[in-house]
């Protein structure tokens, strides 16, 4: 069922629409004006420092200093030191280019495309986006250095310049989030979730009160539904805590999603509500309630109720989904004790897979973004060169950061840098030059100036992912006109060159990335969420080596694929928005019920970790033969139907397996569990071994008869 976040324009209101949408973007929450002020601080800090000792690359000094990742004091290092690490290696590898091909105009352009290639197949094959992307941005930015007709000193000097400025720019967001983190008391990750589920019990309570729900209840849910949980996955992505801990809590995280999504549209389809029915809800608040305590707590929880039990709500469905979520909530919470028994009885050091691996290296889907995102660029390079026109090199830059894997996501970048610039550029930075500037004679006016352009820019980047990149183009456009010079900008000329670079380079975009070896995203969503099925097929079956270190390291494998095919679909499903033709209604249909299962899968992905302790025999998880071929048999037909799921999703194909044979398999394996209890198997393992099988059975079977009926 989608979200209100997720609900589309209706045709008739479309601007009312608009200003509801950026009014629940723009809205304030915990935390923002904080998060706000240090940014706005840090890009400060920096243009101070750049424009009183006249240092260059201001403008990219201050873009960096504004959007450094802020999530946690953790991640802003790791972001950080990718940052240093690409800026350094961009630098050496520039140099080094430079050398051997700066007196050749030919050579030159050669070595700049391949260069371009190199970038954008990088971003696409590695694993490690971060340093890469600050490798290629460098590297964009310092192209237009090596056409000027001056010294090779002074080139070298520029590129040393621009090393140095965003490497202290980083830097001084860096030790500013130091400092924050030495006053600040809570959990970035934990919190979050506390508010959602504090959100979502209070609108609960109302209705268990017989009383209407507060207007500000139902503002912040909405408010939370819009914002989504990409910065918590985004903690967790960078997170120090373990793979396991990641893993649990990212299903956590997409479930919590969830809860508030249908909480969201609870006011539109909850009519009357029965003495009986509030009972229920009120334990279902009360369950939030006890969740929220052991998350902030950190301690474990005991007795989930399987899902298999849940009843049904003949007249609110929704709560019954709702219910449900709950439930699933508590269930993965439940494996918590078992999944840290794991790490530390079969892993010892924890290691985990490498980031990068050579078979996916190699992929042709790597060679031809690398391929497009090169011809792109050169072409806009080829533009402005034989213009000589090197002012409108921001298409270069445009081609960069726009370019990504499918046309939706693409589209999505595309529309929000044009109106960033224009906003940013024609608004913003010439209304300034003509009614601000000239009479502002000192640093300290124009430093107030910046103040309120850099806040209201850093307001929209702290806006969820649909909007976020508008704020960054905002500021962007803004700080290329007035940082690139020591004194205060009111030529015109400025701002029309970087906004006519920016359309050259999405013009240049439209015609490579939808025109060549295009990729529609409701294409792209359908083939990973079929790939994600598959990988958690063979999850099902694995251990499939005896070696417990080889099992271990193959397990890892899969568990890091599957995250990755989590986090691509779900940006697949906003970039269908983006995406116009005859199958846009089939596609937005297919984006609402993918976006519908995703949570359940995870918690699926995440209970399948759970018992595969039990097939890997992981000391504490042994199981008597008879138990555990039992379970074999059921896992190895479970597979069988996640393996149908992706093939019927793919390629339309009849869904055959049905939930008769998997509950009769379940039934064998409980069976053979009491049989064995009580001689071989204690009595506690054995509940939480057949609590995870039935919780297993019950998200199988109903992933597979939504699919079976709705695709």
Not at 298 to 319: C, F, N, V, Y
């Amino acid at each position: 069922m989608g979200s209100i976040a997720q609900s589309l324009p209706a045709p008739n209101r479309p601007l009312a629409w608009l200003w509801e949408w950026l009014r629940d973007e723009l809205a304030p929450y915990p935390g923002r004006t904080l998060l706000v002020a240090r940014m706005v601080t840090a890009a400060t800090l920096v243009m101070i420092i750049s424009m009183t000792f006249r240092l260059p690359y201001g403008a990219y000094a201050a873009l960096y200093a504004l959007n450094v990742s802020r999530d946690s004091l953790e991640g802003t290092k790791r972001a950080v030191q990718s940052i240093v690490v690409g800026f350094v290696l961009a630098g050496a590898y520039i140099l080094t280019g430079a050398m051997l091909v700066l007196g050749d105009p030919v050579l030159r352009f050669l070595w700049i495309s391949a260069s371009l290639f190199l970038i954008f197949y990088g971003i696409s094959a590695t694993g490690n986006f971060a340093a890469w992307t600050r490798f290629g941005y460098m590297a964009v930015i310092t192209i237009s250095l090596w056409d000027r007709h001056v010294g090779a000193q002074t080139k070298v000097n520029g590129l040393l310049w621009a090393i140095w400025m965003l490497t202290m720019a980083s830097v001084i967001a860096f030790l500013l989030e130091i400092l924050y983190a030495a006053l600040r008391r809570g959990d970035d990750l934990l919190d979050p979730l506390a508010e959602r589920l504090a959100c979502v019990e209070e609108l609960l309570r109302s209705y268990a009160s017989g009383r209407p729900a507060a207007a500000a209840t139902h503002s912040g849910i909405t408010r939370l539904a819009m914002l989504g949980t990409s910065r918590l996955r985004g903690l967790l992505n960078r997170s120090m805590n373990g793979p396991e801990y990641a893993q649990e809590m990212g299903a956590v995280v997409a479930m919590v999603g969830r809860l508030v999504d249908l909480a969201a549209n609870l006011p539109r389809f909850a009519g009357h509500v029965s003495e009986a029915d509030r009972d229920r809800i009120g334990k279902v608040a009360d369950w939030i309630a006890e969740i929220r305590h052991d998350l902030n707590k950190r301690s474990i929880p005991h007795g989930a109720k399987p899902t298999a039990e849940i009843e049904a709500w003949p007249d609110l469905p929704l709560l019954g989904e709702i219910e449900k979520a709950v439930l699933l909530i508590r269930e993965v919470r439940s494996g918590s004790q078992s999944l840290a028994i794991y790490d530390s009885a079969a892993l010892g050091d924890g290691g985990g897979p490498p980031e990068l691996k050579l078979n996916t290296l190699f992929k042709s889907e790597h060679l031809r973004f690398g391929l497009k995102g090169c011809l792109a660029a050169s072409l806009s390079y080829i533009i402005y060169s034989s213009l000589f026109w090197p002012e409108i090199s921001t298409s270069v830059t445009t081609c960069f950061l726009t370019a990504l894997t499918t046309i939706g996501a693409s589209h999505q970048k595309q529309v929000l840098r044009f109106a960033g610039a224009v906003i940013g550029g024609f608004v913003i930075g010439m209304g300034a030059q003509v009614f601000i500037l000239p009479y502002i004679d000192s640093i300290a006016g124009f430093t107030l100036l910046f103040v309120l352009v850099s806040g209201a820019a850093a307001w929209i980047v702290t806006s969820s992912p649909r909007l976020s990149y508008l704020g960054v183009q905002v500021a962007f456009a803004f700080f290329l006109i007035n940082l690139q010079q020591f004194k205060i900008q009111t030529s015109l000329v400025v701002a029309r060159d970087r906004v006519v670079g920016i359309l050259i380079g999405l013009l240049v975009m439209w015609l490579v990335f939808d025109q060549l070896w295009s990729t529609p995203a409701g294409i792209a969503i359908r083939k990973n969420f079929a790939s994600g099925l598959r990988l958690l097929a063979q999850l099902a079956s694995e251990p499939v080596s005896n070696d417990l270190r080889t099992a271990i390291e193959r397990s890892y494998s899969l568990r890091g694929e599957l995250n990755t095919q989590f986090d691509k679909v779900r940006s697949l499903a906003d970039g269908v928005l983006f995406e116009f033709g005859p199958t846009r209604q089939k596609d937005l249909e297919l984006r609402s019920f993918v976006r519908r299962l995703q949570p359940e899968l995870r918690a699926l992905f995440v209970m399948r970790i759970a018992l595969w302790n039990y097939r890997a025999q992981v000391p504490g998880f042994e199981l008597p033969e008879s138990v555990r071929l039992r379970q074999q048999a059921y896992d190895e037909h479970s597979a069988r139907m996640l393996e149908e799921m992706a093939d019927r999703i793919e390629n339309n194909t009849p869904y055959t397996s049905n939930g008769v044979d998997s509950r009769a398999l379940l039934n064998r394996t409980v069976d053979a569990v009491e049989c064995e209890q009580p001689t071989q198997l204690p009595t506690g393992r054995a509940q939480m071994f057949v609590e995870l099988l039935r919780g297993i059975d019950a998200l199988t079977t109903s992933l597979a008869s939504e699919i079976a009926s709705g695709i």
